[in-house]
């Protein structure tokens, strides 16, 4: 809704240099042309220079009085409009936004400070420090942090498609075909982490988006952390069902937890990531976790001595793959490197990161990044923001800066623009029970999440 549109009362637009509508009474002051002797020099000159749309887009925020009506109500925050409310927390909330610049869609997640302890607060800063670090197309991407005195806003890639869960709930387990075409942009995503020395400790179906029919994205990075080489944890995260056998075994007690598991040493936070993917393939060929157990401890016992049935449609391929993501020996469990590598995921494309630069350089890589360098900045110019400005922002503000934040979107919609081009249109996953393939009734699945990180 535009300002003059507020029932009840008037604010003027700005359609002319004093920001009401135009005084007919004086002709004279609006002639669509002025003459060279007519316009003013010397510093008079500033104001009629026109503003960029960044800086009306600043300026609207402490002058527009029906913007600062949005930010006061709760419908703004920054560059960004707010709308319908897609999901909420314990202490958060989503909303779909729109960045007024550039018209991107995007999903705002709103956390309430008086809300967060210090353990919250612990594991928001981590889940930042970490997005900080990745930029992959399987990854959802931080554009912004917008931090108020009450509250934390960050906004993210917004994935429209819903969870792999649900698309499984609903139209059943999928075909091989479809579950590699996922689940190689998943191993992508992880093997990015990997790569940056990053580990997710929560990969299960829920944390699997549909951006669109045929690209997925790994999100919710609130129990991620940095690893150093051979490096091991040890805090128990993720949820029960897709919990590595040494998560039980090696961990810390916890009140909660002191008849789970028995402290005796660390584990792998890649090699416990790896066992979460073994239970996500699964799930996505079957359409239900492989252990099962009316409480915890019934599942901790098959998840300790590896016992699930392996339903004889799915292929010896798959089921060798699933084997060695699903050893309960972690020392001898597949990594990632040797998930891409195996037969079932012999054909597989997996995506490379954003702007890779190879100590080697690739022409054709090295070709790609400058043309969407040049395709960036041109619309960034275009709103009014220079190469010089973003280098203004302060190293330490990382996220927290509306240039950067604008960089980022932009940077995003190129990527997506040459991606289409690229692809071409996709098609839409189909389901096993779509197409009549080993159908099966629905499973009534429940969404599961760990006491331990509720707490921990």
Known sequence: ??????????????????????????????????????????????SVVEKTLYEKAIEQLSNNPFVTKEVAIGRRIGFYRLGKELGAGNFSKVKLGVHVLTKEKVAVKVMDKSKMDQKAQKLLKREIQSMEKMNHPNIIRLFECVDTLARVHLVLEYASGGELYTFVHEKGKLTETDARLFFAQIVSAVAHMHSRNLVHRDIKAENVMFSNPTLVKLVDFGFSCTVDPNMLLETFCGSPPYAAPELFRYLKPHSLL??????????????????????????????????KGETVSQMKKQIMEGNYYL?????????????????????????????KKSIWMRDCRFTKSYLTIQTNVNLDEESEKAAVNEKVWKIMNGYGITEEMLGEGDAETGPRD?????????????????NKKSKGAGTPPTSSAANGAHQAKPVALKKTRSKACSIL
């Open 258 to 291: 002191k008849q789970l598991v028995s402290r005796d040493k660390s584990y792998s936070g890649e090699l416990v990531d790896v066992w979460a993917l073994g239970v996500l393939m699964y799930f996505m060929l079957v359409g239900t976790t492989p252990f």
């Open 1 to 46: 809704m535009r300002p003059e549109h507020i029932p009840g009362r008037f604010v003027p637009t700005q359609r002319s240099d004093d920001g009401g509508y135009p005084n007919h009474n004086h002709h004279e002051q609006f002639n669509r042309t002025k003459s060279a002797v007519s316009l003013p020099v010397g510093k008079e000159m500033d």
């Open 311 to 339: 339903p004889e449609y799915i292929s010896a391929m798959a089921g060798e793959l699933i084997k060695n993501m699903l050893e309960v020996d972690s020392e001898k469990r597949a990594d990632v490197d040797w998930v």
């Open 402 to 418: 509306s240039v950067i934040g604008t960089y980022r979107i932009v940077q995003f919609q190129v990527h997506q623009e040459m």
